[in-house]
């Protein structure tokens, strides 16, 4: 690590505050804020790589600081710190884009662990940042739809699939889980392509929140669960291959533009092609668009016969979108409307079985139940 990487700490507790400094002080340009003010004064005059914001200090709302420093640079990592009471408050920071946590007491081996696996994010983030922008260019350039991908898009396309293949390919040989290191590229790559469109920013964030809710309710295993998390985070990357003028149109999308939109399950598992022994997640990307009673895409899979992970990811993914803003939609149903909604599908468009899971897994968590 480099000492040009700069990482602030938010922290009005002066005794936390130099723990913190002295730790990462050697491997990283320390810079220190004593309050959230003072935190978005310093970020608005120079952006660091990453904030170590501590959710326990009163003279300002901690969530909104953290919102206010994001949209300052939704590339920017944002590091916790919570005690185990405040497990609501780090859940919705958590919703907010957080990328790690270190929890009171501190351990010295957990702060080093947490801030250098953020500034690992960050420098990826903003590789992939390019590639994304040269592709987005190339998009937004799109006259003809019929014309189909043009070769610089293509060569954009397979420059990234290299890069997945070859940061999986080192980080599988120093990590136990490769789908824990499939999930932390995939947070990246959701994070860029959302980066594009303000009506989805955060999105797959919280559709695999909400995935992440009906597997552990399930009681599936640890691999199944983090397969489903994956595939959750990178079931709209086929997305990068539809033109802008589609995808951010700000009015009702007609049948050719649907007809677009509808190869994205597929062009997204053309993508991350180059991920090894990934079958499950790929399969769930595919069929995340399935309808129970079979009138879904691609392929028109019935019931059960839809992948589990797919299942779980269309309650998730639908739940999510209609209670987000959208350039397209009228109106924004609340959180009742949207269960509401979820249960007069339940048996067409959505696993019943599912719903009900879903629906229970919502009332038991406490940091949901004033939403709406």
């Known amino acids: 690590m480099s000492n040009e990487t700069k990482v602030l700490i938010v922290v009005d507790d002066i005794q936390d505050r130099d723990t913190l400094n002295r730790i990462l002080q050697t491997s990283y340009h320390i810079l220190t804020a004593e309050n959230g003010y003072q935190a978005l004064e310093m970020v608005h005059k120079d952006i660091p790589d990453v904030v170590i914001l501590d959710l326990s200090f009163n003279n300002i709302q901690p969530i909104e600081v953290l919102k206010a420093i994001k949209q300052r640079d939704p590339y920017l990592e944002i590091v916790i710190i919570s005690a185990d009471n405040n497990a609501d408050m780090t859940l919705n920071a958590f919703l907010c884009g957080v990328s790690g946590y270190i929890p009171k007491p501190f351990r010295m081996s957990t702060i080093i662990s947490v801030v250098m696996s953020a500034v690992e994010k960050r420098s990826l983030n903003l590789q992939l940042k390019d590639i994304f922008s040269e592709l987005m260019q190339v998009n937004s350039e799109k006259v003809d739809e019929s014309i189909g991908e043009s070769n610089q898009e293509k ?106 939109i509808k190869k994205h399950p597929e062009q997204g598992v053309e993508l991350i ?98 939403l709406g």
């Not at 890069?163 to 824990?180: A, G, T």
């Not at 594009?196 to 295993?221: C, P, W």
């Not at 995808?247 to 049948?255: A, I, P, V, Y």
């Open 155 to 260: 060569q954009l396309l397979i420059k990234l699939a290299r890069i997945i293949s070859e940061h999986f390919i080192q980080e599988q040989h120093l990590r136990s889980s490769k789908h824990k290191d499939y999930l932390e590229f995939a947070k990246v790559l959701s994070l860029t392509l959302e980066n594009n469109d303000i009506y989805i920013h955060g999105h797959s964030q919280r559709v695999s929140f909400y995935s992440t809710l009906i597997a552990e309710s399930l009681k599936l295993m640890s691999d199944e669960k983090e397969e489903i998390q994956v595939a959750a985070y990178l079931h709209d990357i086929g997305k990068l291959g539809i033109s802008n003028s589609t995808m951010l149109k700000k009015k009702q999308l007609d049948s050719q533009d649907w007809e677009l």
């Open 273 to 370: 092609a180059p991920l090894e022994n990934a079958e499950n997640i790929k399969s769930y990307i595919r069929h995340h668009h399935e309808r129970y009673a079979g009138n879904g895409y691609p392929y028109g899979l019935t019931g059960e016969s839809i992948p589990l992970g797919g299942r779980i990811i269309a309650i998730a993914d639908s739940y999510d979108a209609i209670t987000s803003d959208r350039p397209y939609r009228n109106k924004t149903m609340t959180h009742s409307e949207a269960q509401q909604e979820l249960i007069r599908c339940a048996g067409t468009q959505f696993d019943p079985l599912l719903v009900n899971v879903f629906l229970e897994a919502l009332k038991k968590n406490d940091a949901l139940t004033g």
